[in-house]
C-alpha cells in the first residue's frame, strides 16, 4: 500500500504560477504580443492559470492558444497534422 505524499500545497502552486509568470515577462515585457499555448490536458489549465495571473494581467492581455492533441509534430491552433 503506497503512502499520498504532499508535494505541494495551493500557497506552493501559487508561489510557483507567480514566479513563472515573472519569468515570462522578464523575456516578453508585452503580454499582448505574445501568445500562452497549453497542451491537453494539464499544460491547458497552467496556460489559463498563467494567462489570468495578475502579473501578467496588469500590463496586458495575452493571447490563449490550446492544443488538443498531445502527438509530438502535430500543428497547434485549427487544422489537422
Same mark, same amino acid.
Given at each position: 500500500?503506497?503512502?499520498?505524499?504532499?508535494?505541494?500545497?495551493?500557497?506552493?502552486?501559487?508561489?510557483?504560477?507567480?514566479?513563472?509568470?515573472?519569468?515570462?515577462?522578464?523575456?516578453?515585457?508585452?503580454?499582448? *504580443?505574445?501568445?500562452?499555448?497549453?497542451?491537453?490536458?494539464?499544460?491547458?489549465?497552467?496556460?489559463?492559470?498563467?494567462?489570468?495571473?495578475?502579473?501578467?494581467?496588469?500590463?496586458?492581455?495575452? *493571447?490563449?492558444?490550446?492544443?488538443?492533441?498531445?502527438?509530438?509534430?502535430?500543428?497547434?491552433?485549427?487544422?489537422?497534422?
Amino acid at each position: 500500500m503506497s503512502k499520498s505524499i504532499l508535494i505541494m500545497d495551493g500557497e506552493a502552486i501559487a508561489r510557483a504560477l507567480r514566479r513563472i509568470a515573472h519569468e515570462i515577462l522578464e523575456h516578453n515585457s508585452e503580454p499582448a *504580443k505574445f501568445a500562452l499555448v497549453g497542451i491537453q490536458s494539464r499544460g491547458v489549465e497552467l496556460a489559463r492559470r498563467l494567462a489570468g495571473s495578475s502579473e501578467i494581467l496588469k500590463d496586458g492581455d495575452p *493571447k490563449l492558444g490550446l492544443s488538443m492533441s498531445q502527438c509530438i509534430g502535430t500543428t497547434f491552433g485549427y487544422g489537422k497534422a
